[in-house]
């Protein structure tokens, strides 16, 4: 017998999800906290590459007074800390962001001993795609994850968060400045080839936490709804959603129709459309994802 006030304990099946969801977490924070000590040990470091961020300021401190990268990253997190536990969920917050940090900042230094200590090649171009590759991948696990790595990434997970902006433009406006240093510091050539890296980190990043452009939307205006309705299902098995539009030039009715189809079926479903209308307009765009909606006919033999 419950009495007011007692807390509820929630079903074993329940808390087994809940404990499974905060493994597979944790999993993809530490994953991507080591790439990100992966990419500047082994791009950044040796080509004297600094593309923005804390890890960038800590790139050029190296320089300027020897100190360690991972442990100056460390100390100039901690503000970024305090932020993002006020901005970004708090406890919940900082727990994941100081795993993040602590993997990320220390794994730097540590790792430093075990890789080599001029990085894998020393072609500029290589180190900074390379670099923005694996350190992109890295930030969009630790999104995923739901935390950050705190640095400019706090301040670009909150401006992403409040305009909707792409983690790639946000990062081009945080880092500008620390690049700036950086061209006065390690010279102007070097300076671009860490913004080739800052813009390819961020495509990274939004690949991993958006996933490849598989999905194709489609919007067909036409004044045969009905009969591309029924050969876009005969012939695709996709089902279609119908609403009625006026042209305002004309001020003719029209019927527009929406649909989702894999990237392959595009050509297909041109094809089907103009069959049944030949006047049909088409527009099709890129999606991410999709879920629901769609029904594949079975083949007839």
């Known amino acids: 017998m419950e009495t007011l006030g007692t807390p509820q304990r929630l079903p074993a099946r329940q808390r087994v999800r809940t404990v499974m969801a905060g493994l597979r977490q944790a999993a993809l924070l530490v994953a991507g906290a080591l790439l990100l000590a992966l990419s500047?040990?082994?791009?950044?470091?040796?080509?004297?590459?600094?593309?923005?961020?804390?890890?960038?300021?800590?790139?050029?401190?190296?320089?300027?007074?020897?100190?360690?990268?991972?442990?100056?990253?460390?100390?100039?997190?901690?503000?970024?800390?305090a932020l993002g536990y006020l901005r970004l969920g708090r406890f919940h917050f900082l727990i994941r962001t100081a795993l993040v940090v602590l993997v990320y900042n220390l794994g730097v230094d540590l790792l430093a001993a075990w890789l080599p200590p001029h990085g894998l090649t020393q072609d500029l171009l290589l180190n900074a795609l390379f670099g923005g590759v694996v350190g992109g991948l890295g930030t969009g696990l630790v999104f995923r994850g739901r935390g950050t790595s705190a640095g400019t990434?706090?301040?670009?997970?909150?401006?992403?968060?409040?305009?909707?902006?792409?983690i790639s433009q946000i990062y081009l406006i945080t880092d500008g400045a620390v690049i700036a240093l950086a061209g006065v510091v390690f010279g102007w050539e070097k300076a671009l080839y860490a913004l080739i890296a800052l813009f390819v980190w961020g495509l990274a990043t939004d690949y991993v936490l958006e996933g490849p452009s598989t999905v194709r939307t489609v919007f067909i205006v036409t004044d045969e709804p009905a009969a591309v309705s029924r050969a876009v299902l005969e012939g695709l098995g996709v089902g279609v959603t119908t609403w009625p539009a006026k042209g305002e030039f004309s001020g003719e009715q029209h019927a527009v129709l929406f649909c989702t189809v894999g990237r392959p079926d595009v050509n297909g479903l041109r094809s089907i459309v103009t069959e049944a209308d030949p006047s049909a307009f088409v527009v099709v765009g890129h999606g991410h994802q999709a879920s629901g909606g769609v029904v594949r006919a079975i083949p007839k033999s």
């Open 40 to 81: 500047v040990d082994l791009f950044l470091v040796p080509a004297d590459l600094a593309p923005g961020g804390v890890s960038g300021l800590a790139i050029i401190l190296r320089r300027l007074i020897g100190s360690p990268v991972g442990l100056t990253m460390l100390v100039l997190n901690l503000p970024m800390l």
């Open 153 to 166: 990434g706090v301040v670009s997970r909150i401006l992403q968060l409040r305009t909707g902006m792409p």
